[in-house]
């Protein structure tokens, strides 16, 4: 039987884009669910990889901070059209979703007293979904005894000093604790070469702007202290140094907007409830934290630059190891260094879970309850999150309504 051939051709910026922005439409589940969305689209339908180059493109995106699903969205648009396609790829499966966040976000603005219970109701989505995160990422991060005391130490560390500066250091000492205390299997190093149309100066040239501008922005907004660039500073910074993607970025952004007073809790965590209920990358929340925070630049304006500055990091990262990725994988330390950041990234969400969700959502036990309602629906029926969004939204409506 003759190897399944992939197909070699290149497409344009808008023929990419259409597929994306299909995908954008119609990916719910999370960033575990898209990948598999992508394998079908790509692997098994169109054939532009075969499943060895797949596999590979998902371990550098999972190796790297930032959104995975988007990352490996992106990488493969750069395989198949060039940066054109990896731009078109990007805005074809982010600008649903975030299009969505942002016209809440500005519907949310607008005198609605009625939205109380609504709210409420959503605060206990975010629960239930960040709940079902730690379950499952302690599970597959966390199997042994060193990764689960990495997780717990990390959790109580930021539970006891919640500071952005110490949500990195617990990275930092993760991926450190993770490198003396973690033997990842060598036979798993093996890697496909991913041929990617990525020439190594452009490549260098990549990483040395996310360098740049992690540290820069902070720079800038020292010196000028302009919100604009306060602004894209949070959102780049979240970006930068969340490893994992998905619900692990919600601690970065909850210090990054509500530390400084820009959003309080509440919205915060609406806003969260309803990035459960929409397609697409989890990271569009960053649209709706700009278009509702009080400072200017808001609305608009605040949501595209919070939209590009946190995606922006990951997406130089993947770009710019594209080349490198094969001989990179095959180093043990490496692979033992990002386990242990793995497993930091599980005490920070759980941390996150522990500190200011459930102490803003959980006002007594009726709301315990309806949360953990929300949980066993998730993990144990596996129901849509679309519909248990909904669900909760409406039974915090009608206990808000009784109180």
């Not at 990007?90 to 609605?112: E, K, N, R, V, Y």
């Amino acid at each position: 039987m003759s190897p399944v051939r992939t197909d070699p051709g290149r497409d344009g910026f808008c023929a990419i884009l259409l597929v994306f922005l299909r995908l954008g439409l119609t990916s719910f589940g999370g960033p575990i669910a898209h990948l598999g969305y992508f394998r079908t689209e790509f692997v098994v339908r169109r054939r532009w990889l075969d499943e060895a180059r797949y596999a590979d493109l998902v371990a550098l995106a999972q190796f790297l901070p930032g959104p995975a699903s988007s990352q490996v969205g992106f990488a493969l648009g750069v395989m198949r059209g060039g940066l054109a396609g990896g731009l078109a790829a990007w805005i074809g499966f982010t600008l649903p979703s975030a299009l969505l966040l942002m016209g809440a976000a500005l519907a949310t603005a607008l005198p609605a007293g009625g939205l109380g219970g609504l709210v409420h109701g959503l605060k206990l989505v975010a629960v239930a979904v960040v709940a079902q995160a730690v379950w499952g990422m302690a599970a597959s991060l966390c199997p042994d005894r060193p990764r689960a005391t990495i997780a717990v130490a990390g959790a109580v560390a930021v539970l006891l000093l919640p500071s952005g500066w110490m949500q990195l250091a617990v990275m930092l000492m993760g991926a450190l604790a993770g490198r003396l205390l973690c033997h990842p299997d060598p036979a798993a190093h093996a890697a496909a070469s991913l041929n990617a149309p990525v020439r190594t100066p452009a490549a260098v040239a990549a990483l040395a702007a996310f360098a740049l501008l992690l540290i820069g922005l902070p720079a800038a907004v020292a010196a000028t202290g302009w919100h604009v660039l306060a602004l894209a500073d949070a959102a780049y910074r979240a970006g930068a140094l969340v490893f994992g993607g998905g619900h692990v970025v919600l601690p970065l952004l909850e210090q990054g907007f509500v530390g400084p007073g820009w959003i309080a809790p509440e919205p915060f965590l609406a806003g969260y409830g309803l990035a459960q209920a929409v397609p697409g990358p989890l990271f569009t929340f960053a649209a709706f934290l700009g278009a509702a925070q009080a400072p200017a630049p808001n609305g608009i304006a605040g949501a595209a630059i919070a939209l590009v500055a946190i995606f922006l990091p990951g997406l130089l990262l993947i770009y710019g190891m594209l080349p490198f990725w094969g001989r990179l994988r095959q180093r043990a330390g490496a692979q033992a260094a990002l386990a242990g950041v793995n497993a930091a990234v599980v005490g920070l969400l759980l941390a996150a879970l522990l500190g200011p969700i459930w102490f803003s959502a959980i006002t007594g036990p009726v709301d315990a309850a309806l949360a953990l309602a929300g949980f066993g629906a998730l993990v144990l029926w596996k129901a849509p999150p679309w519909v248990v969004v909904a669900a909760l939204a409406a039974a915090g409506a009608l206990v808000t309504g009784a109180r």
